[in-house]
């Protein structure tokens, strides 16, 4: 009877009917899933109360709460279409799952092109590059879920057995092979949430947090993956001889494509990255407020800053590793540590300073944070938010410019590797010669642009609109 009433009210319209069908098999999905979910809840209790213990570890409580409560929770669905929902829906699908698995495809087919050829050692460097960022992840999450203080009053750790030993080294070391399953996984839930739902509550609690999980894939293997396959490139190199580019062979001429392919997926990975984690994060509980209201420009300057910042960061990683070999590492490792200094100096937790510090080398991260990924506290002041912003800017930019030095020196005074793409040595020249005074503009353009981000966007978030309202309605009295 229902069904009928239903169908009379839809319309003789086919548009009308196909939307009510479809709109019908989505709702059967959406209770399908739900219902196989609780079933899958009931049956394994007991190792989802063994997980539910380790997560406990790592994730405040009231966070696996909550969580839980927007999976199994079921609001009533408003009639209408939300079209901002459904871009919400398309927009998750693209960039957290479709984008997600061609990444990891490139990086597969990468690695295939190299093990193919015999380059054994390139072949294993694009998986380590995989294989990092969840390495890092479970680094940090296993050393602040051993030594976080949470329980009792005053707070106190958990005693360290072996049982819960046992399990954190499992963490360490299984963790990172799921770290991109985990990753499509936590991206279809949302977007399965979304669909069951039809509201915006799992992206307001899960998009920025989740942002923050998938960040370290973003910096930690697309950077690390740019700068092989792009120094791969660069080198012309095919298991130890160079690749005859005036008599390219198809199979050379495949492998370049797929190469190129992965450095520009590496690239607008590390941008979109950059970009969508260094948001504002006014959480009520701040120690000083943010107010998005008051920089209506900050994504315009986010995103010239950070375009030009990773830009020139990591094209010269690459060209380091081609003509400074070894020493490159030295640099890379400065800033690694140049970068830890600066979190120590704002007070950050020692799990924080393993990530960031990691992560920072190809662009400054966490400035603006209140938590990591909803689990690590971080809350920095404006006066902390300043110093890790400009010095971890000029810094590890002031250490590249010393690299780029570095090839000026050895192509004036010393002989520029042979091991190149370009063999002619004049013509080589040129082309470092271009390249230096290219990453340099770039280097100080990207100086200047986070200056103009600091000083026109993020400071302003500080202000506090209400204090500002009082001193201009004071200034007019006085008048």
């Not at 003789?12 to 196989?36: C, G």
């Not at 970009?275 to 008051?294: F, G, I, L, S």
């Not at 979190?343 to 300073?353: D, G, K, P, R, Y």
């Not at 250490?399 to 013509?427: C, M, N, R």
């Amino acid at each position: 009877m229902a069904d009928d009433i239903e169908d009379e009210n839809v319309g003789t319209s086919p548009y009308q009917r196909l939307k009510a069908k479809a709109r019908k098999k989505m709702d059967n999905l959406a209770d399908d899933v739900s219902r196989e979910f609780k079933e899958e809840l009931r049956d394994n209790k007991k190792n989802i109360r063994k997980a539910e213990d380790v997560a406990s570890d790592l994730v405040d409580p009231e966070t696996l709460d909550r969580l839980k409560e927007i999976i199994l929770e079921k609001p009533e669905i408003e009639e209408g279409c939300d079209y901002k929902l459904w871009y919400h829906i398309i927009k998750k699908t693209i960039t957290y799952i479709i984008m997600k698995l061609v990444d990891i495809a490139t990086d597969f087919g990468a690695a295939y092109q190299h093990f193919k050829r015999g380059d054994l050692k390139y072949g294993f460097l694009t998986l380590f590059f995989v294989y990092l960022p969840g390495f890092v992840l479970s680094v940090g999450f296993a050393y602040w879920g051993l030594s976080a203080k949470r329980k009792g009053d005053p707070p106190q750790r958990k005693e360290i057995t072996c049982k819960r030993l046992s399990k954190y080294i499992g963490l360490l070391f299984l963790f990172p092979f799921l770290y991109p399953i985990v990753q499509v996984l936590l991206g279809f839930l949302l977007v399965a949430l979304l669909v069951r739902r039809r509201d915006h509550e799992p992206l307001k609690f899960m998009g920025h947090d989740l942002k923050q999980f998938k960040s370290l894939e973003g910096f930690l293997e697309s950077g690390p993956q740019f700068a092989l396959q792009s120094y791969i490139l660069m080198i012309g190199q095919k298991k130890d001889t160079n690749i005859d580019f005036n008599k390219i062979t198809e199979d050379d001429a495949e492998r370049l494509a797929i190469l190129s392919f992965s450095v520009l997926c590496s690239f607008l990975s590390l941008v979109k990255t950059a970009y969508q984690v260094n948001v504002p994060d006014p959480d009520p509980r701040r120690q000083d407020k943010q107010y998005k209201k008051n920089a209506p420009c900050f994504k315009v300057t986010l995103f010239f800053f950070k375009f030009t910042c990773v830009l020139f960061r990591i094209l010269s990683l690459s060209f380091f590793f081609v003509y400074l070999r070894q020493w490159t590492m030295l640099l890379v490792v400065t800033a690694f540590f140049s970068n830890v200094v600066i979190l120590f100096c704002v007070e950050a937790s020692i799990t924080i300073v393993i990530i960031l510090g990691a992560i920072s080398i190809f662009v400054p991260n966490g400035y603006l944070l209140y938590n990591f990924a909803g689990t690590i506290h971080v809350d920095l002041t404006r006066s902390q938010s300043k110093i890790l912003f400009l010095t971890s800017t000029f810094v590890v930019n002031f250490i590249w410019f010393a690299g780029i030095v570095g090839v000026i020196v050895l192509a004036e005074v010393y002989k520029l590797p042979d091991e190149h793409a370009i063999t002619d040595q004049s013509t080589q020249y040129k082309f470092v010669m271009a390249m230096d005074i290219f990453l340099l503009i770039i280097g100080v353009l990207s100086s200047i642009l986070a200056l103009v981000h600091w000083y026109a966007s993020i400071e302003k978030l500080f202000d506090d609109p209400e204090e500002e309202g009082e001193e201009a309605q004071m200034s007019l009295t006085n008048v």
